[in-house]
T-cell receptor
Framework: AQRVTQPEKLLSVFKGAPVELKCNYS??????LFWYVQYSRQRLQLLLR??SRESIKGFTADLNKGETSFHLKKPFAQEEDSAMYYC??????????FGQGTTLQVKP | DAGVTQSPTHLIKTRGQQVTLRCSPKSGHDTVSWYQQALGQGPQFIFQ???????QRGNFPDRFSGHQFPNYSSELNVNALLLGDSALYLC???????????????FGEGSRLTVL
């Protein structure tokens, strides 16, 4: 079965602390993995995708096929990073399978 | 560019009624998908339209149907509403049906449906 699991509903850190949002997936094939973010009162938007191997707003994510994980990391959290983060999987068809989401709360 | 626009933003219906939600994709986009997001959950794929045809469908009953028009806009129809249909309905668009970056979608702000 195709599934995305985000084990933490809420992650609370202090400003300047490292952040790691966990994502594990189940997929038979070669998936594309994404992180989407929703800031307060804004629409859901793409943060980054694994094939780009890019860093966006200081965030990076590495696809680990052995552990079937795609954790999102940032070395120093900022208050403006507070948002809901969704990990998502696509099987090259445009259909996205989302995890349940993790709320990141960065305290001053 | 206004991006993906959806209407209405909020609506309240009673059980058994029917509802139609509308979506205009981002300029230049021709593929539209619909997602249901229940409270506290991630979005769930309902279906995808391209060239006015349903191309993929998620695990939703036939009460959920859709349409895409020649101008790429789309409608989501839900018949015989149940309390469990209360959710945020998101429309998303992209250019093309297949190819690289198929998972890069642009989302609307959603239509919040409450079924009483």
């Amino acid at each position: 079965a195709q599934r995305v699991t985000q084990p933490e509903k809420l992650l609370s850190v202090f400003k300047g602390a490292p952040v790691e949002l966990k994502c594990n997936y189940s997929y038979s094939g070669s998936p594309e993995l994404f992180w989407y973010v929703q800031y307060s009162r804004q629409r859901l938007q793409l943060l980054l995708r694994h094939i780009s191997r890019e860093s966006i707003k200081g965030f990076t994510a590495d696809l680990n096929k052995g552990e079937t994980s795609f954790h999102l990391k940032k070395p120093f959290a900022q208050e403006e990073d507070s948002a809901m983060y969704y990990c998502a999987l696509s099987g090259n068809t445009g259909k996205l399978i989302f995890g349940q989401g993790t709320t990141l709360q960065v305290k001053p | 560019d206004a991006g993906v626009t959806q209407s209405p933003t909020h609506l309240i219906k009673t059980r058994g009624q029917q509802v139609t939600l509308r979506c205009s994709p981002k300029s230049g986009h021709d593929t539209v998908s619909w997602y249901q997001q229940a409270l506290g959950q991630g979005p769930q794929f309902i279906f995808q339209y391209y060239e006015e045809e349903e191309r993929q469908r998620g695990n939703f009953p036939d009460r959920f149907s859709g349409h895409q028009f020649p101008n790429y806009s789309s409608e989501l129809n839900v018949n015989a509403l149940l309390l469990g249909d209360s959710a945020l309905y998101l429309c998303a668009s992209r250019r093309g049906l297949a190819g690289p970056n198929t998972g890069e979608l642009f989302f609307g702000e959603g239509s919040r449906l409450t079924v009483l």
